[in-house]
């Protein structure tokens, strides 16, 4: 009996290690895991390819977070199949938090509008971290362009439908979907020419292959530094910082309230712990802060964005409804 009393103890004690192993290692980390996060290499997934604008500002916060953490950071492009393969790769990721991946607005708010099927979905496949940054687009036009202004643009589209072309570089992204907003807005009809990437696009612009495209500071900007295309004016309420010689649509001759911009935001999978999502939220939004951010954002023609997780959960909803409403305006529909 007193052999058997002991084995039952023995046999108590290995059940409550075992509990201590299982059931009391998550309220541990809740407590105080999140303070040691990350433990092991930390991977931004990024859909964009090397050298963009987007990718630049990764690498930016990448390096940043490893120096925070003292841990290693990594951004992966995987670009291509309008983004669906970073998609993929990060649903088979971890949830911990150390696989993040990087989706702009088309990826969050376009997309579920212009795809019948969609290989994921927003609300059940992200946990949205912070935005990274707000872009507007400029109207670029060759530097030989007869346009000079973007009423010159418009009126030369009324005066011959269908013979004026814009390019992008896919169906659905924010150029077409911005170009195709324009068309809507001034009631003219133009042709939309698709390039393979982005260098191709402003090349074929330069070219004089196109007769204009919209682009950010940080796709198009190189081109108009080499003194290849030109800028007839932004797409935004007032004019960017850095290009203050560059009119507004409005002011040059274009539809009032004609804006259309780009944004960028960190998401990570459902499941991965509340405090290690804050965590990351502050520790990006602390990365992204700094003097030297803000002037390489002034070079890309980025505008810092940091709400609140509930104010851009409200302006996700609203960016997804005026793109349901360009796409529906345009017609555009893909498998």
Known sequence: MRNDSVNMKRRHLAMAMGLLATGVAAPAFAQSGSANWPVKPVRIINP???????????????????????????VENRPGGNGFIAIAAFKQGATDGTDIIQLDNVHLAAYPHLFKKLPYDVQKDFEIITPLFRTYFFVCVPVNSPYQSVGDLIAAAKAN??????????????????????????????????????????????????????????????????????????????????YENVPTVAESGGPANYFVTGWNAF??????????????????????????????????????????????????????KRFEEVIKAAGLSLE
């Open 267 to 320: 998401a990570v999978r459902p499941g991965t712990p509340a405090e290690v999502q804050r965590k990351l939220r502050t520790d990006v939004q602390a990365a992204l802060s700094g003097p030297d951010v803000k002037e390489k954002f002034q070079t890309f023609g980025y505008v810092q964005y940091a709400p609140t997780p509930e104010e851009f959960k409200v302006f996700m909803a609203a960016e997804s």
């Open 48 to 74: 964009f390819p090397v050298g963009g604008g987007p990718d630049g500002v990764a690498r930016l916060v990448a390096d940043k977070l490893s120096r925070t953490w003292n841990q290693s950071v990594v």
């Open 161 to 242: 439908p269908g013979k004026l072309n814009y390019g992008s570089w896919s169906v659905g992204n924010p150029v077409h979907l911005g170009s195709a907003l324009l068309e809507k807005m001034t009631g003219t009809k133009m042709e939309h020419v698709i390039y393979k990437e982005t260098s191709q696009l402003y090349q074929g612009v330069a070219n004089g292959e196109l007769d204009f495209a919209l682009g950010s500071s940080g796709t198009a900007g190189p081109m108009v530094r080499a003194g290849k295309l030109r800028l007839l004016a932004i797409a935004a309420p007032e004019r960017l910082p850095g």
